[in-house]
């Protein structure tokens, strides 16, 4: 059985630093990409980075720069280091995998950024 787990979030002050982290199970983790993707209040869910199996990684235009995403294969882990944040980072965070063209997610972890 597929299984995503974020934990790491919480609330932080603006040019804060936060690690999210998205444990996993049930599959070949280090055979497979691994992204984050974003949803705030009344928005649509976003991607926010993404990191393939072969290691190369892709990141949404409103976090390059801030965010790195990165994963530990023997762990089969995935992590995204969130830096100099802004209160239009507030959002349910979620790692998502695909095995078969099909989407697996974690439960999500809640990111607020706010003074």
């Known amino acids: 059985q597929v299984q995503l787990v974020e934990s790491g979030g919480g609330l932080v002050q603006p040019g804060g630093s936060l690690r999210l982290s998205c444990v996993t199970s049930g599959f070949s983790f280090g055979g497979y990409d691994l992204s984050w993707y974003r949803q705030a209040p009344g928005k649509e869910r976003e991607l926010v980075a993404t990191m393939r199996s072969t290691g190369g990684t892709m990141y949404g235009a409103s976090v390059k720069g801030r965010f790195t995403i990165s994963r530990d294969n023997a762990k089969n882990t995935g992590y995204l280091q969130m830096n100099s944040l802004k209160p239009e980072d507030t959002a349910v965070y979620y790692c998502?995998?695909?095995?078969?063209?099909?989407?697996?997610w974690g439960q999500g972890t809640q990111v607020i950024v706010s003074s």
């Open positions: 998502n995998t695909q095995l078969y063209r099909n989407d697996f």
